[in-house]
């Protein structure tokens, strides 16, 4: 492991914490006047499509939050990333329905709490909870006129109401998967799809990329709001939350597959990051292949794009993989950019060590180049904003085995010092990291069996218990930091 020197070092004021997201964790699904989001109904679908299970108490975090706070303490976490859920600031979601004034009272108190412990809040404003209401009433985001207008009027009510105190703002997590797998793939809320048979309605040739521009736009109205009417009076920072996994040729002999690894990242990253950090139309490749599929930008909305001009780019990283190109032209439902993903290259190679859920190696290697990578292309200083792993077998393990987590730990290590040679050797500006996650929670369709929490939740008690891994990032950070001039 490395040690502490200045050539591979963080700098002290390095921010560092834990992540988490409202229906992951809160509970309480009809407590404080909260309305229905388009997973309480997910999760609810016979046959069930999240495993059997749903996030009616989910951690119960609702009630637990001082608990839970206390463990960050312990952690000596600085800050903490959660997000706050539409549907108990304004159950109805639109933006002339009512304000729920017991919702803001919760956020209010989850603020005040994590303050009086010295701990920074980085809020979310939207993890995917969209209000069932308004999937209802013009079909959320497949309606990219009223949605964008309803989400910037939601992000408005929260500036007001905690922008005195909340400094660090994410407008989305992960469009992609909120685009993909709620409209392509149909694997998470609300769960439409041409290609699913457990769908019964969708269009996974043309919803993903219309629910797209709606995310877009929406994070664009709402940053473009801060930038105007909120950042000289609050002074603080607003960016967006991006996953997309680095991938390597499959076959590293092949130019094709050189392209096809390089389209594989325009499509994940580039859909969102080109109009979001550059102001700029979507990759020429995502034209080339999508036609008319993909919905133009207008001038007016470069416009305002140019307008949200974002402080950070959220990075969300879990793994990596190979791309093999195809040959013959993509389908008419391929988001992927026409590519064969693998775990092995052509030579049976793995990307990684597995872990304890099928899609996620442990790839620091690829985190770095994957850290450069978006630096170099979109310029803005990085934060981690979510990076953690489930161990293998910790599905089926008992608290005391779960507390024993070899090799979590050794994937924050890895990915820590990963993130330390991104800065100190290739320059590249990262500046937080947050581990994913706090607690073991609802993990979305994969239900409550897959566990990336570094404290360990037993579902029957709802009694909390720190892994080790918990109590140790601390001191895997102190060993990179030192004194900045
Ligand atoms: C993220 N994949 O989702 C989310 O932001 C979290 O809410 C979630 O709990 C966490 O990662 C762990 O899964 C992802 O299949 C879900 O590649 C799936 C994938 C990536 C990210």
């Known amino acids: 492991m490395a040690t502490s020197s200045p050539a591979n070092s963080l700098p002290s004021d390095f921010e560092w914490g834990f992540a988490t997201a409202a229906y992951q964790i809160e509970g309480a699904f009809d407590e404080g ?81 994590l303050l009086a412990r010295g701990i920074t809040p980085w809020v979310t404003l939207y993890h995917w909870d969209l209000p069932q209401a308004l999937h209802d009433r013009y079909g959320g985001w497949l309606n990219v006129e009223q949605s964008q207008r309803d989400f910037e009027r939601y992000a408005k009510v929260c500036y007001e109401r905690f922008g005195d105190r909340v400094k660090n703002w994410i407008t989305l997590n992960e469009p992609w998967i909120v685009s993909i797998f709620g409209y392509s793939t149909g694997g998470n809320a609300p769960g439409r799809s041409s290609i699913n048979p457990q769908s019964t309605e969708g269009n996974s040739a043309t919803e993903p990329w219309t629910v797209g521009k709606a995310l877009i736009m929406s994070h664009a109205r709402a940053v473009a709001l ?125 990307v ?43 599905d089926k393990m008992t608290v005391e085995e779960a507390v024993n987590d070899v090799y979590r730990i050794r994937y924050f290590e890895d990915h820590i010092n990963a993130v330390a040679l991104a800065r100190n050797e290739d320059g590249s500006d990262i500046t937080g990291y947050f581990a994913w996650s706090l607690m073991d929670n609802l993990e979305w369709s994969d239900g409550y069996g897959v566990r990336f929490g570094v404290t360990f939740t037993d579902y029957n008690t709802l009694e909390r218990t720190p892994k080790q891994s918990a109590l140790l990032l601390k001191g895997m950070f102190d060993k990179y930091m030192v004194p900045t001039n």
């Open 352 to 394: 990684g060590e597995p872990s304890g859920v099928h899609w996620l190696r442990s790839t620091p290697n690829l985190f770095r180049k994957h850290l450069t990578r978006v630096y170099r292309k979109y310029g803005k200083p990085i934060y981690i904003t979510e990076n953690g792993c489930p161990c293998p077998g910790e």
């Open 33 to 113: 006047g909260r309305g229905k989001s388009i997973w309480d109904t997910f999760c609810h679908l016979e046959p069930t499509r999240t495993k059997g299970a749903n996030g009616d108490i989910a951690c119960d975090h609702y009630h637990r939050y001082e608990e839970d706070f206390d463990l960050l303490s312990k952690y000596g976490a600085k800050a903490y990333r959660f997000s706050i859920s539409w549907t108990r600031i304004i159950p109805m979601g639109g933006r002339d329905d009512e304000i729920n004034e017991e919702g803001v009272a919760f956020y209010n108190r989850l603020i005040d709490a």
């Open 226 to 350: 801060y930038n105007k009417e909120f950042r000289a009076a609050q002074n603080g920072r607003i960016g967006i939350s991006l996953n997309g996994d680095y991938y390597e040729p499959w076959d590293m002999e092949d130019e094709r597959d050189h392209e096809a690894a390089e389209r594989r990242m325009e499509f994940h990253i580039g859909w969102f990051a080109n109009p979001v950090c550059l102001a700029q139309d979507y990759p020429k490749c995502m034209r080339e292949q999508l036609g008319d599929r993909l919905p133009e930008f207008t001038e007016t909305e470069f416009g305002l794009l140019r307008e949200a001009e974002i402080d950070f780019y959220g990075m969300n990283y879990y793994t990596s993989q190979f791309a093999r190109h195809r040959d013959g032209p993509a389908s008419e439902t391929d988001c992927l950019g026409n590519v064969e993903e693998f775990q092995e290259n052509k030579h049976g190679l793995s």
